[in-house]
């Protein structure tokens, strides 16, 4: 007591139906298309330029020197070890802070350069930079 014959089998749908993708398309289409001259009307106005940053100076950079044989040299002028921790910390409670550029000597024990670092952090200065030379061609 079948309802159908045994000769229809059932059918599966293998294909997309593309009307309803078509039809949502052609919607947004015509939603982008009037929508896009209203978002760029605008009026044309010609804005006064003005800055709103105060000017600041370039504070003068700190050269410091560790020479081969371990002595220490503030912008070419030789001072002792314990007078580098009292210009360091002169130097870091100046506002804009200058920068410290380390020139070490490679023949230098690495011991006199940490030492440099370490008193320039523990005293505050925040920018310390290494100067070297370019390697010849």
Known sequence: MAFGT????DE???????????????????I????????????NIDLPRASSEPEQTKPQNIVFTVSADGSYYWNEQRIDDSEMNTRLAVEAAKDPQPELHIRGDKAVRYERVAK???????????????ITEPEPK
């Open 6 to 9: 045994q000769d229809e089998p």
């Open 116 to 130: 440099v670092m370490s008193a320039a952090r523990e005293t505050g200065v925040r920018k310390i930079g290494f």
């Open 12 to 30: 599966v749908m293998n294909e997309i139906n593309m009307t309803p993708l078509v039809d949502v398309m052609l919607v947004l289409l015509i």
């Open 32 to 43: 982008f298309i009037i929508t896009v001259p209203v978002m760029k009307h605008a009026v």
